[in-house]
Nanobody, 124 residues
Framework: QVQLVESGGGLVQAGGSLRLSCAAS????????MGWFRQAPGKEREFVAV????????YYTDSVKGRFTISRDNAKNTVYLQMNSLKPEDTAVYAC?????????????????WGQGTQVTVSS
């Protein structure tokens, strides 16, 4: 069992930066790939990024490549999402998720545990 709690969201102007954190409880954090997803009002949940269990592999959705960076610290049971050059279209609730395996992709069904999410609002 893994419990996830996100933090770091807030209101930022376009072009600004935020760093999201996702703290995990449980002894198995390092056995899971970790992902970030987001959901804007009236839209379906969207994959953002994923990092493998030992951080040797990362993958991003095209719209955030070059602007967002996912990382993890297994000693701290925490995964991060550094978001730079934010745009109004990045506004959403961002949630982290623990995948079922060591590596994972962009499909929600591949993730077993989810956090409640943190709001990110980017003003123009």
């Amino acid at each position: 069992q893994v419990q996830l709690v996100e933090s770091g969201g807030g209101l930022v102007q376009a072009g600004g930066s935020l760093r999201l954190s996702c703290a995990a409880s449980g002894r198995t954090f390092s056995s899971h790939a970790m992902g970030w997803f987001r959901q804007a009002p009236g839209k379906e949940r969207e994959f953002v990024a994923v990092i493998s269990w030992n951080a040797d592999s990362t993958y991003y959705t095209d719209s955030v490549k070059g602007r967002f960076t996912i990382s993890r610290d297994n000693a701290k049971n925490t995964v991060y999402l550094q978001m730079n050059s934010l745009k109004p279209e990045d506004t959403a609730v961002y949630a982290c998720a623990a995948a079922r395996g060591y590596y994972s992709g962009s499909q929600s069904r591949d993730y077993a545990y989810w956090g409640q999410g943190t709001q990110v609002t980017v003003s123009s």
